[in-house]
C-alpha cells in the first residue's frame, strides 16, 4: 500500500472535480490514492489505455464505467 503513482497530477486527488469535495471523496483518497490504487476507476483506465484516454470526469468508484472503457479500448 502506497501513494498513487498518478497523486501529483490527478484532478480527482487534488480536488479540482466537484465530485472529489465531498465526505465520500475523502474517504476513497484514504483508501484508494493512498491504499490500493488498483481498484481505483481512473487509475484502471490509466494503466491499461494511458492518461490522455480518462475522462475527465471519471470517479474512482465507477469500476464498471473503466471496464467498458477499457474494453472498448
Ligand atoms: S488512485 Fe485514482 S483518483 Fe487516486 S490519485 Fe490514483 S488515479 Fe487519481
Redesign the pocket.
Known sequence: MSD?E??AG?P??NSKMASSMTAVAQSM?KR??QGD?TN?A??QV?KKLGKPKVPADLI?NQTDRAAQIIAAG
Do not use: E, I
Open positions: 498513487c498518478c497523486l490527478c480527482f486527488f483518497k484508494l490514492c490504487n481505483c481512473r487509475y490509466f474512482p
